[in-house]
């Protein structure tokens, strides 16, 4: 089964997912793809708080609206947190030297990865958050043999 849902009752348990989510990353043990899906406040960056935080950043995680990127290299394993939302034109990402992200085993965590298509890396798994009555619906989908081994370890 490619697929996983899941509802989050209120913003920790989506922080929570997130740090769920560094298990099965970190059982995989090796880097991967994360697209993150949904509307402005559906709890992209709150997913993405949960999981850089229980790598052990203290600090605060911003949605980096402006920068694009935001990296995490001191983390293991190290985490590139994007946030496409302002981006002008996919090839900007070509320029920002993408693909060299994804070749050092690091997590690529990618809010709005609509807008950097064609260019952007497919996902190993795509996450996608709506609005439900109370708090969240998140819904899983592998696309990748990494993204079902990720999906395969959360349901452990
Ligand atoms: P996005 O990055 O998708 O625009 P944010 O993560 O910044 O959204 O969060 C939007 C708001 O939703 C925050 O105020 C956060 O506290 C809240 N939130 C996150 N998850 C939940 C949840 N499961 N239930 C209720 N509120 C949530
Ligand atoms: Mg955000």
């Known amino acids: 089964n490619s697929e996983l849902e899941v509802h989050l009752p209120d913003e920790s348990s ?3 997912l997130g740090a769920l989510v560094v298990q099965a ?3 995989i043990g090796d880097g991967c793809v994360l697209h993150l899906i949904g509307d402005l406040g559906a709890g ?3 997913f993405s708080r949960g999981f850089i935080r229980s790598l052990g950043h203290a600090g605060a ?3 980096p609206t402006y ?3 935001e990296p995490y290299e001191e983390l293991q394993p190290p ?3 994007f946030d496409l939302y302002r981006l002008g034109d996919p090839e900007e990402l070509e320029f920002m030297g993408i693909r060299d992200y994804l070749e050092t085993g690091a997590v690529c965590l990618i809010e709005w990865p609509e807008r950097g298509v064609g260019v952007l890396p497919q996902a190993d798994c795509a996450i996608s958050l ?3 009555e109370p708090g969240r619906q998140a819904r899983l989908d592998a696309a990748t043999a990494t993204g079902q081994q990720l999906l395969d370890t959360l349901r452990k």
Request: hydrophobic share 35%; charged share 20%; net charge positive.
């Open 130 to 132: 709506t609005m439900a």
């Open 67 to 69: 920068t694009l990127v």
């Open 44 to 46: 992209k960056t709150t």
């Open 14 to 16: 989506t922080e929570q």
């Open 79 to 81: 985490v590139y947190h």
């Open 61 to 63: 995680v911003k949605s």
């Open 25 to 27: 990353v970190r059982s």
